[in-house]
């Protein structure tokens, strides 16, 4: 483990492993048994390539380090994730800006998809160092969040009311007959 700068990070060093297919492989088992095989851990995100956490040496280093995924002949839809921790001099809006037009300049067939995309492109700036990664399966492995990825369908539908049939949401109600009625209006009184 690596000493990260930041609270509740920690940076496990891969040697001869790539980060984004272990992490890859861990989540596609865990949404396919649906087995929660950890309390603690949250999230686990995978980090290929770090640089100085300020526009021009990202720049420098995003157009080399985003060459294998998306440079012509290759190409695919993306979506930017940015999240700072422990700095306070970078702006979200132009690193993603930046960032994109990298991604554009590469391959003009590169489009954004924020719904559903085939590659998410990870910034994680902790202090002043940038982690950046290229991960698959960003929405469908919810955001690389482990205990939210063993969650079934069932479960999401009890959290979520709104996802309701529209046959479990509609009732019909009857009129009540006299005899129910005057029923009623006895047990009230004697109650």
Known sequence: SVE??????????TQGIEPENLVHHILKDMHATKKKKTRVILRMLPISGTCKAFMEDMKKYTETFFEPWFKAPNKGTFQIVYKARNNSHMSREEVI???AGIVGSLNPENKVDLNNPQYTIVVEIIKNICCLS?????????KYNLQEVVKSTKEDKQHNPSSLTEEQNTKVVEPETKEEKSSKEVNQENK
């Open 4 to 13: 990260s700068g930041a609270n509740n990070v920690v940076f496990i060093r």
């Open 97 to 99: 800006k930046e960032l």
């Open 134 to 142: 290229v991960v698959r399966d960003y929405v469908l492995f919810r």
